[in-house]
């Protein structure tokens, strides 16, 4: 049963453009999560969010950007898009504050530059 | 190097058969893993964790940890065609940074 839900699951977009995608757990874990998964199902996590801290994978370009509103809440706003954006965006949530707890994803953002 | 390699890419297995995928890191400093399942068109779901040396028991599914060979596998008995699954195994060091194999694609053939 899915208790991580992202929107939208499919976006198209061109090069240069913002787009967002949002993400609510119902489950109230404490800590999300945003992965990006390749053309080849390479799983790269982007950033870590609980209430108190924000860590961020340092090879994420910076027109990548979380923003939460409460814990049940973490999108993920890309300010300029690029061809090599393109990709399966998966937000996780978890309990815990750590990556040492189980991972509850959810079913993906398909993103496609033109 | 990554430091999670997950063998084979690739496996297919009758319905009903046995599977066997493994995980091989290469940090001692890993102590703790999983084993995650994603179909297509869905995000990975947890499918069983294992932190201590030996067998570990879910059902169809048995996972195997040998922290002095860095391996850890995954066998799934009476295989089924809802099995056919992309497989991803995650390690964990002690200050919990997740480390995610590339993935062993599984299809069971009717």
């Known amino acids: 049963e899915t208790a991580v839900f992202q929107t939208p699951n499919y976006h198209v977009t061109q090069v240069g453009n913002e787009v967002s995608f949002n993400c609510k757990q119902t489950l109230g874990h404490d800590t999300m999560y945003w992965y990006k998964q390749d053309s080849k199902k390479l799983l790269k996590i982007m950033f870590s969010y609980n209430n108190k801290q924000l860590i961020v994978n340092e090879t994420v370009p910076r027109r990548f950007s979380p923003q939460s509103s409460d814990k049940a809440h973490l999108n993920l706003r890309i300010k300029s898009v690029e061809p090599e954006d393109s990709a399966v965006y998966l937000c996780a949530s978890s309990y815990g504050g750590s990556s040492g707890n189980t991972l509850y994803f959810g079913e993906g953002s398909r993103l496609i530059v033109v | 190097q990554q430091k999670v390699q997950q063998s084979p890419e690739s496996l297919s297995v009758p319905e009903g058969g046995m599977a066997s995928l493994n995980c091989t890191s290469s940090d001692r400093n890993f102590q703790y893993f999983w084993w995650y399942r994603q179909h297509s068109g869905e995000g990975p779901k947890a499918l069983m964790?294992?932190?201590s040396d030996g067998d570990k028991k879910e059902g169809r599914f048995t996972a195997h940890l040998n922290k002095a060979s860095l391996h850890v596998s995954l066998h799934i008995r009476d295989s089924q065609p809802s099995d056919s699954a992309l497989y991803f195994c995650?390690?964990?060091?002690?200050?919990?940074?997740?480390?995610w194999g590339s993935g062993t694609k599984l299809i069971i053939k009717p």
């Open positions: 995650a390690a964990a060091d002690s200050n919990y940074q997740l480390i």
């Open positions: 964790s294992i932190f």
